[in-house]
T-cell receptor, first 113, second 116 residues
């Protein structure tokens, strides 16, 4: 399973765009990049998943370059409520139709007024 | 409302006293799993189940048991809890998608267990 590396922490201010980059040099052909968000004492919440190029939903955008060795989660105009830990995961498409999630340390994002 | 529920949310117990943490999902998901989260160690998978009567060990299964007699329920059983099982526990579920692509896991609110 591909190992991921992301910054331990980041700081931002309300209204700014935040970009969190994750490197996954050993990503395999059938791996997907997935991001989860976790607030203190709550379960992780799925944010976005992608394979290549760009994916956008109502919460975030995910940019994946052609070599797929890294990815960037982009949060537009963050607010205080976006303060959380963000996990980048490389999810392997196992047979049987489920994805094994391996969580690293994540990036602790602090949004300031 | 689609959700994963866990009970109890908080539990303080003593070493050796058997306990069960319940997990239930209302989304008709095939796949369910249990994680524990500890400071500095992140989230680690304990057990998972791909469907009724099908369970398998995750990365840290020692000291835990599970069962999957119904699709919606996946209880975590600690037969003889020890202090090193003090942790924050999460149950999760997801649907089974052909090829596994696009499947996202839904996590419960967590159960904070303290074993003294």
């Amino acid at each position: 399973l591909a190992k991921t590396t992301q910054p331990i922490s980041m700081d931002s201010y309300e209204g700014q765009e935040v970009n969190i980059t994750c490197s996954h040099n050993n990503i395999a052909t059938n791996d997907y990049i997935t991001w989860y968000q976790q607030f203190p004492s709550q379960g992780p919440r799925f944010i976005i998943q992608g394979y290549k190029t760009k994916v956008t939903n109502e919460v975030a955008s995910l940019f994946i370059p052609a070599d797929r060795k890294s990815s960037t989660l982009s949060l537009p105009r963050v607010s205080l409520s976006d303060t959380a830990v963000y996990y980048c995961l490389v999810v392997t498409d196992f047979s049987g139709g489920y994805n094994k999630l391996i969580f690293g340390a994540g990036t602790r994002l602090a949004v300031h007024p | 409302e689609a959700q994963v529920t866990q009970n109890p949310r908080y539990l303080i117990t003593v070493t050796g006293k058997k306990l069960t943490v319940t997990c239930s999902q209302n989304m008709n998901h095939e796949y369910m799993s249990w994680y524990r989260q500890d400071p500095g160690l992140g989230l680690r998978q304990i057990y998972y189940s791909m469907n009724v009567e099908v369970t398998d060990k995750g990365d840290v299964p020692e000291g835990y048991k599970v069962s999957r007699k119904e699709k919606r329920n996946f209880p975590l059983i600690l037969e003889s809890p020890s202090p090193n099982q003090t942790s924050l526990y999460f149950c999760a579920s997801s649907r089974r998608v052909a090829g596994g692509i696009g499947s996202e896991q839904y996590f419960g609110p967590g159960t904070r267990l303290t074993v003294t």
